[in-house]
């Protein structure tokens, strides 16, 4: 498979680049820390890779998706599968009182994957197929008190998603909203971990199976699908006095 | 947030850094306003404190491969990097870890902060002996490699040093070719402790070897167990296999590990075999990880978590102290939920590596009132007759224990002052042993 990962120092799609690489895969990483990237295309090398293509970049920073996009497509020909696995937890306290704090997130979470989405849709329709895995968040199904800029940010991709998946439809071109529950990355470094929380190898053996089965949404672990299903069933009446 | 061990006692509130790169784990030991003890954490399957402290800096994110390398055997890796992982992915090569403990899940940075050592030490000697280098990184922040002709005092002072000489960051490690990953696995059943030892000392030539015994079967059966020899096989499956695993969510109430069930367990387990087979195929998964089956089996000893006791004994009297140990117990009323016994082969020159020429004995028990004094006077034996007791399961030994068992612990002391004068690296271990 080819695969271009977008975020790839991310703990999740650490995990799922090594799935893939074991299965001899072509990757091409996108990522901030250059030396983190080399440090993971020797592994992904090691662990079965047919080769990788590591490229340095601020996604945030930089505006013009287009070009790394355009390099991964020279790079693997034709990308099959693309993983965008980017974003960062804000601190939902310092947000409330400071709209610039706000406005970050939601460039972070929401308005560079939707750009990026963008750019590559092009590729794809171009290619006539591939798979578009989007990493969003329980956390966007519904505005809870302490999330709920990340989660806004994250509902505004899966929803933006829903739509896409029809608009690509025609071409042959998947597209995938993968919603993961609490997982013990980085991301949540200094958090009590109770026995909700899964371990990003974890989540990555979901997306994978995700992927290979064509689904549309998947939580991950798939129990967030009903905890989901009994929070959103909450009655708002009751739900704007719970602090979960 | 909350820390604990393995054995969930004791538990802390400490901060937890979990830096994704070395460099992160660099600027953090840099952070000049902050002058609190700092410990390095693999896993966290060391059972007692000695991965506990006000801060604790884990290496679960260091968990690349660096370096495979089918001439020389060896491979190199992360310290965060799971035993698990590392067999993954050689077994399909045809390669082995030469050293296994009981869980698969530990890290080779903890595997060799505690020199672990597994159902070959007779054989094999303990893990640091295939470490054949390893980069540390020094209270200051610089890396430096270690090994027996590279900065050999501290490699010495590293392996087995409970990660207070500083931050393993990775580490090169010999494997051994294997003709299969599948072991023949002969049960042999030990009525008592004397014939369980006979077993143990006429099989030595067995390549792993191990023994359960059943802490509440007394008097005349005290010490019955059953000893699991193993080879591996000539042919057979050489890939990884897995296992569904079996989890436990939530603490149970402890009550359910009571003198009843735990007997009840114990005769199963014996029973099971008496009237099993003798000889079977099994996968390494099930020979040398049976517990890694219940994820989070800790969680079966309740809220109060466990404590665990494991000794090491010469073999001069070996039998009349362990028996007298086994007594003891007994006498107490604690049963202990799993028992192990293993014979140990020479030791090493590592300052405070665990094993030497003798038994040892791993015991598991539920931490309750009353438990403290029992062991206080186990060690009572067990120093009396020339033994010690393993780091990486303590929680409560006392600094007189420790300095009288550990005799290289000035030597220790010596090496690690010339790299951490200021005793940035120190434990809730370190500091109750003496040792910081």
């Known amino acids: 498979m080819k695969i271009l990962i977008i975020g790839a120092t991310s703990a999740i799609a650490k995990s799922t680049a090594r799935i893939y690489a074991e299965r001899n895969s072509q990757l091409f990483l996108v990522g901030r820390d250059e030396n983190r990237l080399n440090e993971m295309k020797i592994d992904l090398e090691l662990r079965g890779a047919s080769s990788v293509r590591i490229l340095a970049l601020d996604i945030v920073e930089h505006e013009e998706h287009a070009i790394p996009i355009n390099l991964a497509a020279k790079f693997l020909e034709n990308i099959d599968l693309t993983l965008i696995c980017h974003g960062s937890l804000p601190n939902q306290e310092s947000c409330e009182t400071n709209f610039k704090e706000i406005e970050k997130a939601i460039k972070i979470n929401a308005l560079s994957t939707i750009s990026l989405c963008t750019e590559i849709s092009k590729q794809l329709k171009k290619q006539k197929g591939g798979t578009l895995a989007v990493i969003t968040s329980v956390a966007g199904e519904r505005g809870r008190q302490p999330n709920f800029i990340y989660g806004a940010a994250k509902s505004m991709v899966s929803t933006y998603l829903q739509g896409l998946r029809g608009k690509l439809l025609p071409f042959g071109i998947h597209v995938i909203d993968i919603k993961p529950g609490l997982v013990d990355s980085p991301m949540t470094a200094g958090l009590d971990k109770g026995p909700l929380w899964a371990t990003p190898e974890s989540i990555a053996v979901q997306i994978v199976n995700g992927v290979s089965r064509k689904q549309h949404t998947v939580y991950a672990p798939s129990y967030w699908r009903f ?15 719970l602090k979960i | 947030m909350r820390l604990q061990g393995w054995g969930r006692f004791p538990d802390i509130a400490a901060e937890f850094i979990e830096p994704v790169s070395v460099e992160l784990i660099q600027k953090s030991l840099k952070e000049k306003n902050k002058v609190l003890p700092l410990i390095p954490r693999g896993a966290g399957r060391s059972y007692g404190d000695s991965a506990l402290a006000s801060r604790v800096i884990s290496t679960r994110f260091l968990d690349q491969f660096i370096a495979f390398d089918h001439k020389t055997q060896t491979i190199q890796c992360g310290s965060g990097t799971t035993l698990e992982t590392v067999l993954k992915f050689i077994t399909p090569k045809g390669y082995f870890i030469p050293v296994l403990p009981g869980t698969k899940y530990v890290s080779i940075g903890g595997a060799i902060a505690a020199d672990i050592h597994g159902k070959n030490h007779h054989k094999s000697g303990s893990f640091c002996s295939y470490v054949s280098e390893l980069s540390l990184m020094l209270a200051n ?12 005092d501290l490699f010495q002072a590293t392996c087995g040093g409970m990660g207070l000489t500083g931050i393993i960051v990775d580490a090169v ?6 003709t299969s990953v599948s072991i023949r696995k002969r049960s042999l059943i030990a009525r008592d402790l004397t014939e369980c030892m006979d077993i143990i000392d006429e099989t030595e030539d067995s ?4 023994a359960w015994l059943d802490c509440l079967a007394s008097k005349a059966r005290l010490g019955r167990s059953i000893i699991h020899l193993g080879e591996h096989c000539e042919n057979g499956r050489a890939e990884h296999e897995s296992r569904r695993r079996m989890s436990i969510p939530f603490s149970t109430p402890s009550i359910l590990l009571n003198k009843c069930s735990i007997s009840l367990f114990n005769s199963a387990l014996y029973n099971l075999r008496k009237y099993g087979s003798e000889i079977s195929t099994v996968g390494y998964d099930s020979y040398f990880f049976p517990l890694d089956f219940i994820k989070n089996w800790n969680r079966l000893y309740g809220p109060q978590g466990f404590l665990q006791y494991q000794f090491a004994i010469p073999i001069t009297n070996s039998k ?12 107490s009323g604690k049963g202990p939920l799993l028992s192990v016994l293993k014979k140990f082969g020479e030791g090493n020159n590592n300052y405070l590596s665990f094993p030497f020429r003798g038994y040892s004995l791993a015991l598991d028990f539920k931490k309750e009132v009353g438990l403290f004094p029992l062991l206080a006077e186990l060690d009572e034996i067990i120093l009396a007759n020339g033994g010690r007791l393993y780091l990486a399961k303590d929680a409560r030994m006392t600094e007189d224990v420790f300095k009288r068992s550990y ?26 042993i003496g040792l910081t």
């Open chain 2, 207 to 210: 390549e792993y070897s191990v």
């Open chain 2, 173 to 178: 490690l010999l494997l051994k070719r294997v």
């Open chain 2, 407 to 432: 005799l290289d612990w000035e030597k220790f002391l010596n090496v690690k002052s010339k790299v951490d004068p200021n005793h940035l690296f120190a434990s809730l271990q370190s500091n109750r």
């Open chain 2, 320 to 331: 009349q102290s362990i028996s007298e140990v086994l007594k003891k117990i007994h006498a």
């Open chain 2, 141 to 152: 922040g610089e890396i430096i490699k270690c090994s027996e002709t590279k900065n050999p």
């Open chain 1, 227 to 241: 905890i989901m299903f009994a929070v959103r069933s909450i009655p708002e009446f009751i739900f704007k006095k």
